[in-house]
């Protein structure tokens, strides 16, 4: 097996588990924050996919699907465009809230189809590329993918136990 292949797998079981993580629930339930501060599933939804697609468009030299697909104004979040929600506080993870799965859903779909197109012409030297000198040692193509899949299944990982807790009886 290739490293794309590795790759297009690893990323696959991403959207496997984002439509798991949100099928069915209503509104309330995406939007109930555990113990009522803690990220809600729209929240953890909304934001791995705005890091991967974030992260994706940036290595690979391509628009974000969020403001090329029109997603921003679908979501109409009173945040910044760019905002991906990494770091906010109680407040802003509030603010993120949506009224059905499958806005989550299309968008994490749409992302997860820039990757895969982005990933289609991968070649297992491309790995090494620097991505992004603001770090040291520099982050390369490699970390930068690894990096995502780690905060997406952490997040999905989430948002499935915040399914549980929501759907108990």
């Known amino acids: 097996m290739h490293a794309q292949d590795v790759l297009v797998e690893a990323y696959g079981r991403i959207k496997d588990e984002v439509h798991a993580a949100v099928v069915g629930l209503s509104p309330d339930e995406l939007n109930a924050r555990p113990g009522g501060t803690a ?3 729209s929240w953890l939804i909304w934001h791995l996919a705005r890091v991967q697609d974030d992260h994706v468009a940036d290595a690979f030299g391509l628009k974000q699907v969020w403001l090329s697909g029109g997603w921003a104004d679908r979501f109409a979040l009173p945040l910044s465009e760019d ?3 990494y770091g906010h506080d109680a407040r802003q993870v509030g603010e993120v809230r949506v009224d059905s799965g499958d806005l989550l859903t299309g968008y994490y779909d749409a992302v997860h189809e820039q990757t895969l197109r982005a990933l289609s012409g991968l070649r297992a030297e491309d790995l090494d590329r620097i991505v ?7 982050v390369t193509l490699g970390a930068r993918l690894v990096s995502v899949l780690s905060d997406d299944l952490q ?9 549980g807790l929501s759907t108990a009886d």
């Not at 992004?132 to 520099?138: K, S, V």
């Not at 997040?155 to 399914?163: C, K, L, T």
Request: charge should be negative; hydrophobic fraction near 30%; aromatic fraction near 10%.
């Open 39 to 41: 990220n809600s599933i």
């Open 83 to 85: 905002d991906t929600g």
């Open 132 to 138: 992004d000198e603001n770090w040291t040692p520099a």
């Open 155 to 163: 997040h999905v990982g989430q948002a499935a136990y915040a399914r």
